[in-house]
């Protein structure tokens, strides 16, 4: 069955530190998310590509975050600096061109000490 | 006037007891619902969802309620197994091509045999 694969499953990083995740979609999934999910909340969008351009990066952190999607198929998160606020599941997803259904990778989960 | 269900946080059933758990959405314009589990350390896995032209959809030992007057989803698990514990979320969007998924507050769903 076709997944959405993310690595690493767990980073643990020192504050000002750089981490970078990386997803790559279902085949031929179009649209990919970067989701962020705090502990005992929902997931909530930092990123969203359609094939390799940015749609939506209005609650990326800019100073920090960074992500690209260069060739439309994997994908790339990276924080730098590292913060303690940043200790969270990293959650990447894909959806087929003209769906809206996302289905999930099983995420980073960050830890900043 | 009419009586919705209230999202609770928590929710603890007996294996073979119907569960039922709400959602609140936000968005009146949102046309297009998802309902996700969650088990611990994993990502989210598509359950069922159901368009703003329905009231009422059936999957495998689910059925999800849509009532748009009041904003409000409910996911209605017959049967409730062992297996289904985990942390349920709602997720509204537009059913546009590239919109992104707003999640809900999960509900954390445990059944105890």
């Known amino acids: 069955e076709a997944e959405v694969a993310q690595s690493p499953r767990y980073k643990i990083t020192e504050k000002s530190q750089a981490v970078a995740f990386w997803c790559d979609p279902i085949?031929?999934?179009?649209?990919l998310y970067w989701y962020r999910q705090i502990l005992g909340q929902g997931p909530e969008l930092l990123v969203q590509f359609q094939d390799e351009s940015v749609v939506d990066d209005s609650q990326l952190p800019k100073d920090r975050f960074s992500a690209e999607r260069l060739k439309g198929v994997d994908s790339t998160l990276k924080i730098q600096p590292a913060e303690l606020g940043d200790s969270a599941m990293y959650l990447c997803?894909?959806?087929?061109?003209?769906?809206?259904?996302?289905?999930f990778g099983q995420g980073t989960r960050l830890t900043v000490v | 006037g009419e009586s919705v269900g209230l999202h609770l946080p928590t929710l603890s059933v007996q294996e073979g007891d119907n569960s039922i758990i709400n959602c609140a959405y936000s968005?009146?314009?949102?046309?297009?619902f998802i309902w996700y589990k969650q088990e611990s350390g994993k990502g989210p896995q598509f359950i069922i969802d159901i368009r703003s032209n329905m009231d009422k959809r059936q999957g495998q030992r689910v059925t999800v309620l849509l009532n748009k007057t009041v904003k409000h989803l409910s996911l209605q698990i017959a049967a409730t197994q062992p297996g289904d514990s985990a942390v349920y979320f709602c997720a509204e969007t537009l059913n546009q091509a590239g919109t992104a998924l707003i999640f809900g507050k999960g509900t954390t769903l445990s059944v105890s045999s």
């Open positions: 997803a894909s959806s087929l061109g003209g769906r809206v259904e996302a289905f």
């Open positions: 968005n009146s314009a949102s046309d297009y």
């Open positions: 085949s031929g999934h179009a649209t």
